[in-house]
């Protein structure tokens, strides 16, 4: 009867792993979606097919930033979403 339950504890562990799993890649999907969209946009600032107003309003708040600020930022934060998943966690790479 124990290994019945240590078989089930088992079951459950790996059901729950495959499920962190799938959320994990979802994750990633969405995160590399998110990316592509930031580096094209950031690309199309740096050549000129987008321009910029030197003043910009949201919700009532004006921000005054510069071409080269707006581009330095979206760098950053490019560089940190690629942090965010650039790991290569042990279980996996021994498949």
């Known amino acids: 009867m124990e290994e019945a339950e240590n078989s089930q504890v088992i079951l459950h562990y790996i059901d ?3 499920e962190a799993m799938g959320k994990t890649i979802a994750l990633a ?3 590399l979606f998110l990316q592509t969209v930031l580096s094209l946009l950031l690309l199309s600032l ?8 030197e ?10 930033a510069s071409l080269s600020v707006i581009l ?7 560089t ?5 998943f650039a790991f290569k966690p042990r279980h996996l790479l021994s498949v």
Not at 46 to 53: D, M, N, Q, R, Y
Not at 55 to 64: C, D, L, Q, T, W
Not at 80 to 84: A, E
């Open 72 to 78: 330095t930022v979206g760098a950053l934060g490019l």
């Open 55 to 64: 003043r910009v309003s949201m919700a009532g708040i004006g921000v005054k």
């Open 80 to 84: 940190r979403l690629h942090g965010l």
């Open 29 to 31: 999907g969405r995160m």
């Open 16 to 18: 729950k792993l495959y």
């Open 46 to 53: 740096s050549i000129g097919v987008i321009t910029l107003e």
